[in-house]
């Protein structure tokens, strides 16, 4: 995963499709709310495309996880996994939770929201009860920190949610 670095300058297509969208809502919204109301409009733009990059990561992840045989559990956690102890113990909300067996090793991932106010962020966590060197090296990423707890052992992005690839890279480890 972290060992070949790749570059890619073509044209990022998707990127480009994303702008156009959040665009498209804009102007439609404004049209909706009329001229006068161009700050209301951008407000109804922005919720609306964090409501659909919401719905995005939710498909990608049950997706995930019915490719790997795992349970989807949404916003609740199994009462095995020790939330508590760890350092995401003071989220707000839990989403995207899922639970399975890999290798013989029970893997918990959820995203969370810590925090208020502006120092409010959203964290991907990666947890598997059994070995300590759970995730190889994989788990000693650029910005990934890694925490033990009990028998559990934990990887997540800092401040940030793990991506797609990273989460399968990590799985693939195990």
């Known amino acids: 995963m972290f060992e070949e670095q790749r570059t890619q300058l073509g044209l990022d297509?998707?990127?480009?499709?994303?702008g156009a969208v959040g665009t498209a809502l804009l102007v439609a919204a404004?049209?909706?709310l009329g001229v006068n109301n161009i700050v209301y409009a951008a407000l109804c733009s922005y919720v609306a495309w964090c409501l659909f990059r919401q719905y995005e990561r939710r498909k990608e992840i049950q997706q995930f996880?019915?490719?790997?045989?795992?349970?989807?559990?949404?916003g609740s956690l199994p009462p095995t996994?020790?939330?508590q102890q760890t350092s995401s113990?003071?989220?707000r909300s839990i989403s995207h939770a899922v639970m399975g067996d890999r290798n013989k090793k029970r893997l918990v991932l959820?995203?969370?929201?810590?925090?208020?106010?502006?120092s409010r962020f959203q964290r991907s966590v990666l947890a598997v009860r059994g070995q300590d060197h759970a995730f190889g090296v994989a788990q000693y990423g650029p910005d990934l920190?890694?925490?033990?707890?009990?028998d559990w052992t934990l990887v997540y992005g800092g401040h940030r949610l793990l991506s797609m690839e990273e989460i399968e890279a990590l799985v693939?480890?195990?």
């Open 89 to 91: 113990r003071w989220a």
């Open 81 to 83: 996994f020790p939330m």
């Open 172 to 174: 693939g480890e195990m």
């Open 145 to 150: 920190l890694t925490e033990k707890v009990g």
């Open 110 to 118: 959820f995203d969370c929201r810590m925090g208020g106010g502006k």
């Open 65 to 74: 996880a019915q490719s790997m045989g795992f349970s989807f559990l949404g």
């Open 30 to 32: 404004s049209i909706a």
């Open 13 to 18: 297509t998707t990127r480009l499709m994303w």
